[in-house]
């Protein structure tokens, strides 16, 4: 072989070695870093850059906080609105649809307005309020991400003038409602003594899950196999209790050891704050089967006081 063509073979591997072939490169897949159902959240600014009037706001405080400020135009409700205290001999309990129906009607509230809710403690009143009104199959409600407090360091403006309905109108839950977040005592007790798939969430804080603390109950303060993740963890409770950003909220809830369509329960004292958690879960994480135990601690702490023939001739209603 000539000198000639030893050069070229050789200036050709060189070639080769100094340019090697690209590896075809994949698709990068990017992580999830807003929320599932970002419309559930309004944030302040964008409140305060709505029209006057386009949406009806619900200041979900004690009516003595109302009346030291509130948001301009706001109607104030509390738990006791959306409480059922007559049926049952305990505290807590959901309000029946036709209460609230004709609550939302006395107010103004129609069918086809949006629903702006806040409060002042971190949004678990506001996220029973959302809760309520979704199991009986009403969706137009948004929470105002931080509260009162976000509003003000925002800029925005409080009144103290009360707040009357203009007019009352004719609100109407769907005939059939969404029960898709609802648990009841039945199904609870079902399900616990069957030991099955559910993860069962308790949103109360360590002391009263391990019964330390907390409203009076029976011990042990928890629902046998539950597990602990308080409601607290999933706002900056040293910013102005805002929900934390997504990739925190799934690194916390990471620890059910659930996936998107697991069964999950959450209960806590009175099904406010486990409300809160099944916010989180469903509308912030993207979880497909979470549901609230209405009566909760409350309600389950006091079957497990009768006798068992007590418990069978019980009539609750639920």
Known sequence: MSYNKHLIILMVFLAGACNPKKEKELPKVQAQTTYAHEERLIEAQELLDLEEGAVKIIDFRKPEAFASGHIKGALNLG????????????????????????????????????????????????????????????????????GLKAWTDAGGALSTEGTQATATSQFNFPENGSAE??????????????????????ARSPKEHAGMGGPTGSKPNNIPGSINIEWREAIDSEDIGKFKPYKELERIYAKMGAG?????????????????????????????????????WAEWSYLNNLTSKERGVQTLKK
Request: hydrophobic fraction near 35%; charge should be neutral.
């Open 79 to 146: 738990r006791g609105h959306i409480e059922d205290r007559i049926s049952y001999p305990y505290r807590g309990m959901k309000a029946k649809k036709k209460t609230v129906e004709n609550l939302l009607s006395d107010l103004g509230i129609g069918n086809e307005d949006t629903l702006i809710v806040y409060d002042d403690s971190g949004a678990t009143g506001a996220a029973r309020f959302w809760w309520v009104l979704k199991t009986y199959g009403f969706d137009a409600v948004r929470i105002l991400n931080g």
């Open 260 to 296: 998107k369509e697991d069964p999950i329960v959450v209960y806590c004292q009175s099904g406010v704050r486990s409300a809160h958690t099944t916010f989180v879960l469903t509308q912030l994480l993207g979880y497909k089967n979470v549901r609230n135990y209405d009566g909760s």
């Open 181 to 202: 977040l609802w648990v009841g005592k039945d199904e609870m007790l079902q399900l616990v003594s069957a030991k099955g798939n559910e993860i069962i969430v308790d």
